[in-house]
């Protein structure tokens, strides 16, 4: 698991927890997807901080090296895929009846 969560009281704390730099891969996505949507259900959750738990900072941005190598049509699935997939975290939490915080350090790459 990529994310990790912590409760305290009304506070969710969602953990970055990837190896390396936290880069955005399909499985990194799909964790914070699911770990977005948990907590816009949980009623007695009422603020959501995103954060890194690792030294190099929030995080790198998708993961490029899910795309390279890959034939033309196969690449395409996968930049879609992984844009898609942003969208849905985004709409999950902008429709979420939580505040979302997002605690940035160090490199935050992308935009």
């Not at 009422?46 to 929030?58: E, R, T």
């Not at 090296?65 to 395409?76: C, E, G, Q, V």
């Not at 996968?78 to 009846?97: C, G, H, M, N, R």
Request: proline fraction near 4%; charged fraction near 15%.
């Amino acid at each position: 698991m990529y994310i990790d969560v912590k409760i305290h009281g009304e506070i969710c704390c969602l953990y970055l927890n990837k190896p390396g730099t936290n880069s955005l891969d399909h499985q990194m996505l799909d964790q914070l997807y699911d770990k977005v949507f948990w907590v816009s259900q949980q009623s007695t959750i009422k603020v959501v901080i995103l954060k890194s738990n690792i030294a190099f900072g929030f995080s790198s941005g998708l993961d490029i090296r899910n795309f390279i190598n890959s034939p033309k049509t196969l690449f395409a699935e996968k930049v879609y895929y992984s844009v898609a997939k942003t969208f849905q975290i985004i709409k999950t939490i902008v429709q979420s009846p939580q505040i979302f915080i997002c605690a940035l350090s160090g490199p935050v790459i992308g935009s």
